[in-house]
């Protein structure tokens, strides 16, 4: 297939998505080789021809079909962009460049073909160049930043020609040329996270979740959308545990190591209580559990949990007192009756709050509190009323009872 347009010794040859062979030609086509393409009848015909004084140099030297469906290749010479490239090219010729490599620092030019991970970061080699002037393996993002991930020496291989392959188990494969005639084969193992599943399906702040993936190895942070995780946990390499923080709603997960970072699909929290609201907001997790717990006192003012959220209290601050329920007195038919008074929140569904009336501190009786209430309640517009509530015999007079005690119970619905 060798013309003036195409160029010879073609070689990388893919097969494109749309069905053509695509590949390079390292010698021609102006001197400098070129992309080509070649149809199932066999036409072959130029794509692109990448010269000394374009961006992209001249003599390409590797071509690849990216998981994206986009072809990625190389030069060795340097052009207007100041060294040896990577670049993109479409099947009708247009071209974007990826990145620029500098021979000291990054190694080039790049050989062989390159691999992509799912977030279309490509993974590569080059032959020379880099610390040890042996060669690199090196990790290429689509904005251009080029980071080494190893630098080649005589003692475990040199000279990388041949560019990585991707695993069916997401690892990168690769060999080396050794100075003394014994290739190696290499395995690499530290890639961006990749995050499989999540369990459970929901869950609300402060509840620990698992994380399952691949290369989890070196994380440094977990994210529930824009917030880190209260804690994370690294159990391996393919498992995380971590805690759902405060204020999370719905959004991705992602787990970042060095190379990049992984995302899951959309993940929520279940539709909290006014109850979790309110754990979250004090204690950063909406779980009943330590501190949060219903029947924490974590101040120690004798109040648990439930109580201060009930009555519109904060845990954290003692002395307060007057929002505790109160003893009163009310006149019904003439005659007084104990009353109690206490705030409740107004259109409260995650707790039940009960009044109840004892003669001697020991047998507890329900009280019907719209038939007892003394008036109407008062907004205290803070989101709760103060409520008024009778005991059913008076004072004194006709069927008064000597002792009479009220108390307000406050139970969590089911």
Not at 71 to 81: D, E, L, M, N, Q
Request: aromatic share 8%; with cysteine; charged share 15%.
């Amino acid at each position: 297939m060798a013309t003036a347009t195409t160029g010879r010794a073609p070689t990388d040859i893919v097969l494109g998505g749309d069905g053509n062979l695509y590949g390079i030609s390292t010698a021609g086509a102006g001197a400098t080789g070129a992309v080509f393409s070649v149809t199932p009848s066999g036409t072959a015909s130029p794509v692109f021809v990448p010269t000394s004084t374009s961006t992209f140099g001249s003599t390409p030297r590797s071509l690849s079909l990216g998981t994206d469906g986009l072809i990625y290749a190389s030069t060795s010479g340097t052009g207007t962009s100041g060294g040896p490239t990577v670049f993109e090219v479409t099947p009708a010729g247009s071209t974007r460049l990826v990145g620029v490599f500098n021979n000291a620092t990054t190694g080039s030019p790049v050989e062989g073909p390159l691999a992509q991970d799912e977030n279309d970061d490509l993974f590569g080699t080059a032959p020379t160049g880099g610390s040890n002037g042996e060669g690199t393996l090196f990790k290429l993002s689509q904005a251009g930043v080029i980071t080494v991930l190893h630098h080649f020496d005589m003692e475990t291989g040199n000279g990388p020609q041949y560019g990585v392959i991707r695993g069916s188990d997401g690892d990168l494969y690769g060999s080396t040329y050794h100075q003394y005639g014994v290739a190696t084969i290499y395995r690499v193992t530290y890639l961006p996270p990749q995050v499989l599943s999540i369990s459970p399906a929901q869950a609300p702040p402060g509840a620990t979740i698992t994380i399952t993936g691949k290369h989890f190895a070196k994380t440094s942070r977990v994210q529930f959308g824009n917030l880190d995780a209260a804690s994370f946990s690294l159990d391996s390499s393919t498992q995380i545990t971590a805690v759902v923080p405060a204020g999370f709603r719905s959004g991705t997960i992602s787990v970042t190591n060095p190379l990049g970072v992984g995302l899951s699909a959309s993940y929520s929290t279940p539709t909290l209580s006014n109850l979790q609201l309110w754990r979250e907001s004090y204690f950063g997790t909406s779980e009943s559990t330590d501190v949060a717990d219903d029947l924490a006192d974590l101040e120690g003012d004798g109040v648990k949990n439930l109580a201060e959220f009930a009555f519109g209290m904060n845990p954290f601050a003692g002395g307060q007192h007057d929002r505790m329920p109160k003893g009163a007195l009310a006149t019904h038919n003439s005659q007084r009756h104990l009353a109690i008074s206490f705030r409740r929140r107004i259109g409260e569904t995650s707790i039940a709050y009960e009044v109840e009336e004892s003669n001697n501190l020991s047998t507890w009786t329900p009280l019907n509190i719209p038939a007892q209430q003394v008036g109407l309640p008062i907004n205290n517009g803070d989101g709760t009323e103060t409520v008024t509530v009778r005991a059913t015999v008076p004072m004194e007079g006709p069927g008064s009872q000597p002792k009479c005690f009220l108390r307000v119970a406050v139970r969590r619905n089911p």
